[in-house]
């Protein structure tokens, strides 16, 4: 079964300042990948995945990660942080076509202005 | 537009009552799912269904059950509502199984 770690609990950033959040996955084969946002009451959203192809994924509100097979990694980065990004950060794995996504613990981002 | 909905945004309720938790989508998914979250914490898969008659359990042992008789429709019903159901439920629906899921805005669960 597949499995997905994501390290940080809590990161806090300064707005303007770079932003790179951790996700590691377990999974023999290609992983369906995915990184949603919450914000405090919400539901969540989708912020970018990836499929197959360019291991490096655009997203929505600035947001990118990258696909490293060799690091069993997805990590998201943001070039230039905004109060507004301060949320719960979700990464999300599926194996294979007829496979339930499994969510990471989720990482807190605080921003301090 | 498209979107999935969620019923009552907030509840609160004393032990032993019966509850339902609505959610309704009009994404035209075939797969639903309903998801338990404690606050700051992980996603728990309780429930999932694939389509109309069709439900099954999640990863997370739950004592709720659900129903698919529409395709829009799947709600969620605690028969007896104890203080360790106290959490938030969200509710999802995809097109695909391995997909993007899109979320509701979820139901917070206060049972006092």
């Known amino acids: 079964a597949q499995s997905v770690t994501q390290p940080d609990i809590h990161i806090t950033v300064s707005e303007g300042a770079s932003l790179e959040l951790r996700c590691n996955y377990s999974?023999?084969?290609?992983?369906?990948l995915f990184w949603y946002v919450q914000s405090p009451g919400q539901g969540l959203q989708l912020l970018l995945k990836?499929?197959?192809?360019?291991?490096l994924v655009q997203g929505i509100k600035g947001f990118e990660a990258e696909f490293k097979r060799s690091q069993s990694s997805f990590n998201l980065r943001k070039p230039s942080v905004h109060w507004s990004d301060a949320a719960e950060y979700f990464c999300?794995?599926?194996?294979?076509?007829?496979?339930?996504?499994?969510f990471g613990t989720g990482t807190r981002l605080q921003v301090t202005l | 537009e498209a979107d999935i909905y969620q019923t009552p945004r907030y509840l609160v309720i004393g032990t032993g009552k019966k509850i339902t938790l609505e959610c309704s989508q009009t994404?035209?998914?075939?797969?639903m799912y309903w998801y338990q979250q404690d606050p700051g914490m992980e996603l728990h898969l309780i429930h999932y269904?694939?389509?109309?008659?069709?439900?099954e359990k999640g990863d997370l042992s739950s004592e709720s059950t659900v129903s698919r008789i529409r395709t829009e429709h799947f709600p969620l019903t605690l028969e007896s509502a104890r203080p360790s159901h106290t959490s938030q439920y969200l509710c999802?629906?995809?097109?695909?199984?391995?997909?993007?899921?899109?979320f509701g805005p979820g139901t917070r669960l206060t049972v006092t």
């Open positions: 999802a629906s995809s097109a695909y199984i391995v997909d993007e899921q899109y």
């Open positions: 999974y023999g084969a290609t992983p369906y």
């Open positions: 990836y499929f197959s192809g360019d291991t």
């Open positions: 999300a794995v599926g194996a294979g076509t007829a496979s339930k996504l499994t």
């Open positions: 994404m035209g998914h075939d797969k």
């Open positions: 269904s694939y389509g109309v008659n069709s439900t």
